[in-house]
């Protein structure tokens, strides 16, 4: 038996229904996933409680993995595999996971295509918090009226960790923030991403840090107000974790984050992602 698809909001989210587990493990089912994250964004399949090896045998199948973040982390797990959490015995530097919490795209500083897709698989739900919410920058930048497109036309972004941790730079310890800051990972963007299949994405989020020729405070309110955009309802989801949940997402159509939780809570996702294939293009 095949796998099915059944919508979950109108512009954005899909849930995967199966008979039989072992039906999400084919090839046919790599590429009609892979199809279903392109054309909905979120792909959700509840509880169906991944392995780290499962987990890593879809992330190849639908288009090979790639390692995002350094791994500062103390962990057992397959070492291709992340694990996301705030608890100190395994994240000593929780800087990366406390930015979460903004609206971010994946591996936009660093100096590759932007990884394709992010997999999340969920070990430890939290009680309270530590939801992950999607925006879709297809659905919202096609949902712009035409006189904003044409002024978003040729525009360019820089971004960088800077910019990213500034929202919670205060929060990490004075004698290893200007190292934690200083990360220099800085790169121009289009704002507007015209992919190969010619549909157009904006690539915004808290990396973007200010646009090339604006006045930065114009600019940033121009980030910002892009920012507010792609998250109103009707382009963005809101997924609420239950333990086994696994999630793929399109990460250069969309900018997700992290409701706050608090460690206390033991919140453990598990993170790959799949390699981009295209670099930003306008
Ligand atoms: C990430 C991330 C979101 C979450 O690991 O890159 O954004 O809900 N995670 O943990
Ligand atoms: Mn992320």
């Known amino acids: ?32 996933i892979r199809a279903k994250v392109e054309e909905r964004t979120v792909v959700v399949f509840p509880e169906i409680n991944l392995t780290d090896a499962e987990q890593l045998a879809i992330t190849d ?68 918090g530590g939801e992950t919410e999607f925006a879709s920058t297809y659905a919202a930048y096609e949902g712009l009226p035409e006189e904003e497109k044409q002024a978003l036309e040729g525009l360019r972004a820089v971004h960088s960790v800077r910019a990213s941790l500034s929202p919670i730079a205060d929060a990490i310890p004075e004698k290893h923030r200007e190292r934690v800051l200083g990360i220099g990972l800085i790169k121009e963007h ?65 900018m997700h984050r992290a409701i706050p939780y608090d460690k206390s809570t033991g919140r453990m996702m598990h993170r790959t992602s799949i390699a981009g294939t295209e670099a930003v293009a306008a």
């Not at 059944?6 to 008979?19: A, L, N, Y």
């Open 1 to 32: 038996m095949a796998i099915r698809f059944e919508d979950i909001k109108e512009h954005i989210g899909s849930r995967v229904v199966w008979d039989d587990r072992e039906d999400i493990f084919t090839p046919e089912a790599a590429a009609a």
């Open 61 to 128: 199948a639908m288009g090979g993995t790639v390692k995002l973040t350094a791994r500062n982390n103390v962990q057992q797990n397959d070492d291709n595999v992340y694990q996301v959490t705030l608890d100190e015995k395994i994240n000593p530097q929780p800087e990366y996971v406390l930015g979460t919490f903004f609206w971010h795209m994946d591996g936009i500083t660093v100096d590759m295509p932007p990884p394709f897709a992010t997999l999340l698989s969920c070990r430890i739900a939290p009680a309270i």
């Open 190 to 254: 289009p704002l507007v991403w015209t992919h190969e299949s010619g549909r157009k994405s904006m690539v915004i989020g808290t990396t973007a840090d200010h646009i090339v020729g604006m006045e930065v405070p114009a600019g940033r309110a121009m980030l910002i107000r892009l920012q507010e955009w792609a998250a109103q309802p009707a382009f963005s989801l809101r997924h609420k974790w239950t333990k086994g949940d696994f999630v793929i997402w399109d990460n250069t159509g969309a």
